[in-house]
């Protein structure tokens, strides 16, 4: 169960984690995650995967979920959020009832990721949001393997 888990201090191991998720969501690096921040990245994955237009049009959909689960009820048109309030929030959040909402929000994550729908993440597909996010593509391998521990 979630609730299993001791509550999250925000250890600087923790913070630093967090800020690296932080600054690759924020696309345009203006140094606030916006909407059009998580739409920028589905167009681009989206070009770099050469997706259909129904694909490119589940994939938006599915970066914009996270995007409102970040603004937590806020307007997802017009929120922006610092990196200090997404630390905050996040924080606050994982130590309340988000801890049900977890599992769902990963969940999401992994589908938005697993562009095919086949359960797996292949190499090509973790290239893709590398270059949706802006990170130069070739560090994605390293990463992927390091994920990838059963090489399944």
Do not use: C
Request: cysteine-free; charged content about 30%; hydrophobic content about 40%.
């Amino acid at each position: 169960s979630p609730h299993d888990y001791p509550v999250v201090a925000g250890s600087e191991h923790w913070k630093r984690k967090v800020r690296t998720f932080f600054r690759a969501h924020d696309v345009d690096r203006d140094g606030y995650l916006t909407k059009r921040d998580f739409e920028m990245t589905a167009h681009r994955i989206a070009a770099f995967m050469n997706l259909d237009d129904k694909s490119a049009q589940d994939l938006l959909k599915n970066r914009l979920k996270i995007w409102e689960a970040i603004v937590q009820g806020g307007d997802p048109d017009s929120s922006k959020v610092s990196e200090e309030v997404y630390f905050s929030n996040l924080l606050a959040s994982l130590n309340s009832n988000f801890r049900d909402l977890a599992v769902g929000f990963v969940n999401n994550d992994f589908d938005t990721m697993d562009l095919d729908g086949d359960g797996f993440i292949s190499p090509k597909e973790h290239r893709a949001f590398f270059y949706g996010f802006g990170i130069p593509t070739e560090h994605s391998a390293a990463v992927f393997e390091a994920f990838d521990i059963g090489r399944d």
